[in-house]
């Protein structure tokens, strides 16, 4: 079973940054597409961001494309999430979740499946992100 760990989730003031981490121990992401979702208090879960296997094509929503970059480095086995100019509604859980790539068609990282939760097979805990002043 793929376990995957977030990390770097903290308490930052309006228009600060952070960066998060999604590894997986004893097994390769290299081989997935990942996403990373958010989840706000009283709100549902939604997708921000998803990269391909090979980290050649990224997707991102509308709230916070400009803002966040996801990256990956497979020689790590880690995918980033930075995230800049941080709002007070950037607040909530984030989790990071993989679909093996062998799954995907080649379209599917630039296509609106790739923020939906019901594409991916493996989740993290969530890391909590606060922006607050």
């Known amino acids: 079973q793929l376990q995957l760990v977030e990390s770097g989730g903290g308490l930052v003031q309006p228009g600060g940054s952070l960066r998060l981490s999604c590894t997986a121990s004893?097994?390769?992401?290299?081989?997935?597409?990942i996403g990373w979702f958010r989840q706000a208090p009283g709100k549902e879960r939604e997708g921000v961001s998803c990269?391909?296997?090979?980290?050649?094509?990224?997707n991102y929503s509308d709230s916070v494309k400009g803002r966040f970059t996801i990256s990956r480095d497979n020689a790590k086995n880690t995918v980033y999430l930075q995230m800049n100019s941080l709002k007070a509604e950037d607040t909530g859980i984030y989790y990071c979740?993989?679909?093996?790539?062998?799954?995907?068609?080649?379209?599917?990282?630039?296509?609106?499946?790739?923020?939906?939760?019901?594409?991916?097979?493996?989740w993290g805990q969530g890391t909590q992100v606060t922006v607050s002043s």
């Open positions: 979740a993989a679909v093996p790539a062998r799954l995907l068609d080649s379209r599917w990282t630039m296509s609106p499946r790739c923020h939906h939760q019901v594409e991916y097979d493996f």
């Open positions: 004893r097994f390769n992401l290299d081989s997935h597409a």
């Open positions: 990269i391909s296997s090979s980290g050649d094509n990224t």
